[in-house]
């Protein structure tokens, strides 16, 4: 049954022009409560589950697996934001059927919304495929981590003039295809910013400036959870990996001396 109130894709592109998005990745069903309640419109279980979670350095090894075990939690903790499951590493680039097949899994057994893949025009086949089966699509150009071999790195994508064109024509091909959002992470702020003027669908930023129709961090990042992990484009709003260490040691010191548990928690 439809959740009242609940942010669509429609919604969402129809937001254009109107007020910012305002979007976080969740991977657990805790967390994504949290951030519903919170009023963001858009939930995205990025495929940086690998490194935020699973205690891997890319997201190359993350499977499609990881992927439901961790969207279907998300989507338990949500009533009102729109979920996007990311499809990871492979589980897409094969062949058209398979990334059908897989997209299909994230919708049918997550519950997902819709899915979200990376890579510019050469995509557009696989966005009519899925869309063609009742799948809707969210685009992700510019740094897109599942290249981090061929780009050689984590780097700034669009620096250069061509680059930049380049960027350009695949979000133009992908608002063409029928996305209903492109991310737009890695890329220099006037650039996103001319992006956004000139695709009909909602942009969402990371590390793309504040020209974007909206902004995207990873949850850990802005909670100050991913350890000595700050690029410059994260703004930490908490210190929440130093309230847990605070609170584990004063647990056990608790439990060593004998004050834990108390009197009131006996029955
Ligand atoms: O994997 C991820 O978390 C993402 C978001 C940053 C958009 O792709």
Redesign the pocket.
Known sequence: MMKTDKWTVGRIRRYKGKGRIVSL?AYDYATARIVDEAGIQLI?V???LGMSVLGYDS?IPVTMDDMIHHASAVVRGVKRALVVA?MPFLSYQVSIEQAVDNAGRLIKYAGADAV?IEGGAFRTHLVNALLNNGIPVMG?IGLT?QSVRAMGGYKIQGKTKDSAERLKEDAAALDEAGVFSV?L?GMPAELAGDITSMISVPTVG?GAGPGCDGQ?L?VNDLLGMSGEFQPRFVKRYANVEEEMRRAFKEYRREVEEGEFPGKEHCY
């Open positions: 990745t995205i990025g495929d940086s997201t990311d979200k992700h981590p991310v992470e990371i995207v990873v």
